[in-house]
């Protein structure tokens, strides 16, 4: 573990006026981060030289790999020896990660990913925003499963969520995502780092039995099973394939794989409450509400300014943690309401989730962006007015 | 208060450094501040775009809506841009790049040449519209940019930025 002494140096002035993808590098290194493996893409890249010209210095490897398969395998890789590992990428590298992310669900391996979403399909417009990738983040992996995923408004955030990212991951054994965008990762904002002697990290929990009696894989309670780290004596058989609580493949017994699979998801989806972050900003008597998440809550944060300066009643529901989709909060907010609104840069994809939790007690409705331009606050607010899209 | 800056042109012409540079100044200064940038996959050439909001209240929407200064270095952004400006906003070109009627045209890149070197036109673009906003204290913006900018580079940085706060007349802006 390295130093607070030795971090503070490293991490220089506290206060910093800061780009968004290195505010992620500063948060992982908050983490906790120990090991970082990634392949340049824009505007994810600014993310891997910052921890190239950080972590050395702390002690930590930083390793450039072929490509984001490799990136994402050397990352479970070294968590699985015990590390605080991340890696960043954009829309193509986080397409090609979906099968280690699937991985490192199975073989619940804690790590962070960051995904300064830009515009896509395919290579789209490589330096322009989007929030094409959220329910990529959510079901682009193959199988059931759940997963963690934050989601950044400002550049500041991109320091506390990456570190919150890695206690997250070590404490859920699961991988994390950091849904940031190419407008929050090239942003540059005034930050105040915590101090790196006041950092609270949450670890994986330790082996509790003799190695001849570790379970890493059987469900702990309330908690997510006991890892020992590569090297200490615990031998592990780490697999994709549906394993038993040794983790040796089992892959034939239907009950063994329905308890391991809705174990993995239980150990996430029971958690909501806990797991919910959001931010509310409520008016009395307001019958629109908006939804929002990332950099649209800027722009939503923005509107409801300008809606409330002309006399129009409105609510805000930001986002901070958009998976597991806190489904109750949102139920809440939009009590009493007859609409919400969800901005988005993209054509439609929260905006169902949002549906799918309000259960047809308000009309969901969408404002979407794409094209690289952020969504403006005047759009939303006209759909406050006149009404968005039908969702 | 609040003031949106827009300066654009071409990738290459230190467009994006000059926006974080004001940025961080205001920021240091006191204000609340964001920069924003947006710019195509070329290194060079292609349109590039730099955004500071500067406000004493916090900044939900980090983008200009409409400009209170446009900077345009290149006539493509000029054209586009000049459009979306607030009342009352103060539209300023490189009167060696951009033809434009109504502009305040200022020879940032000759300047910079006399100064030393044309890659400099983004610092003399600078010290003019620092001067021309007048919310960041000379020396907070002189340390700011000594704090962003190779070593070695120090002096002729610094006559440049001091050429871009004459060309907006800024004798009399001398820190007390």
């Known amino acids: 573990m390295t130093s607070p002494e030795l971090m503070t140096r490293v991490l220089g002035s506290r ?19 120990d090991f970082f493996a990634g392949y340049p893409i824009t505007p994810a890249t600014e993310v891997a030289e910052a921890m190239a010209a950080l972590m050395p210095r702390l002690g930590h490897p930083v390793m450039q790999m072929e490509d984001e398969i490799a990136s994402l395998s050397a990352v479970i890789g070294a968590s699985w020896a015990g590390g605080r590992a991340m890696t960043a990428t954009s829309g193509p590298g986080f397409s090609l990660m979906q099968e280690g992310i699937g991985y490192a669900c199975m073989t619940e391996a804690p790590c962070v990913i960051v995904n300064v979403q830009r515009s ?5 417009q490589p330096t322009e925003p989007a929030q094409g990738d959220m329910l990529q983040a959510r079901w682009g992996t193959h199988g059931d499963h759940e997963i963690i995923a934050l989601a950044p408004a400002s550049v500041q955030e991109c320091v506390d969520l990456t570190r919150l990212a890695f206690n997250l991951a070590e404490e859920y054994r699961n991988p994390v995502l950091v849904m940031t965008d190419g407008e929050v990762g090239h942003m ?55 394993h038993d609580e040794r983790g040796l493949p089992s892959t034939d017994d239907a009950a063994a794989h329905t308890a391991l699979v809705e174990r993995l998801v239980g150990k996430i989806r029971d958690h909501t409450d806990r797991l919910t972050r959001v931010e509310e900003d409520l008016q009395d008597g307001a019958t629109v509400g908006i939804v929002s998440y990332g950099i649209s809550a800027r722009s939503a944060a923005g509107a409801v300014r300008i809606a409330r300066s002309q006399g129009l009643r409105v609510s805000h529901l930001r986002l901070v943690g958009v998976f597991p989709f806190p489904e109750e909060a949102v139920q809440r907010f939009v009590e009493g309401m007859d609409r919400v609104i969800v901005p988005e840069m993209n054509l439609g994809q929260i905006c169902h989730v949002v549906r799918e939790a309000v259960e047809g007690s308000a009309a969901v409705e969408r404002v979407g962006r794409i094209g690289g331009e952020i969504i403006r606050p005047e759009e939303i607010v006209r759909a406050v007015v006149d009404g968005g899209e039908r969702v | 208060m609040k003031k949106e800056i827009r300066i654009c042109g071409f990738g290459g012409q230190g467009i994006v450094l000059a926006g974080v540079i004001l940025g961080e100044a205001a920021s240091r200064a006191g204000f609340e501040a964001v920069q924003t940038q947006s710019y195509g996959p070329e290194s060079r050439g292609g349109a590039a775009r730099s955004e500071v909001v500067v406000s004493t209240e916090p900044i939900d929407y980090p983008r200009v809506s409409r400009a209170d200064v446009l900077i345009a270095l290149s006539q493509a952004s000029y054209d586009s841009y000049v459009g979306e400006m607030a009342k009352d906003g103060t539209v300023v070109i490189d009167g060696d790049l951009v033809q434009a009627e109504g502009a305040a045209a200022v020879p940032f890149t000759t300047t910079a040449e006399k100064v030393g070197r044309k890659i400099v ?46 060309l907006f007349g800024g004798g009399s802006h001398d820190e007390s």
Do not use: W
């Open chain 1, 15 to 33: 206060r910093k006026f800061a780009q968004g993808d290195v505010a992620c590098a500063y948060g992982a290194i908050l983490g906790g981060c």
């Open chain 1, 120 to 124: 896509g399909p395919s290579t789209g």
């Open chain 1, 188 to 242: 540059r904002e005034p930050i105040i780092l915590p101090s790196a002697d006041e950092l609270e990290l949450v670890s994986r929990r330790p082996p509790t039995t003799a190695p001849e009696s570790y379970l890493p894989f059987a469900g702990g309670g309330d908690a997510a099973p006991e890892m020992a780290a590569f090297g200490t004596g615990y031998h592990t058989y780490v697999t994709g394939l549906t």
């Open chain 2, 121 to 166: 036109a983004n610092m003399v673009m600078l010290g003019y519209l620092a001067a021309l906003l007048d919310l960041v204290p000379q020396d907070v913006l002189e340390g700011t940019v000594m704090d962003n900018i190779p070593t070695g580079t120090e002096e002729l940085n610094r006559r440049a930025l001091q050429a871009g706060r004459e």
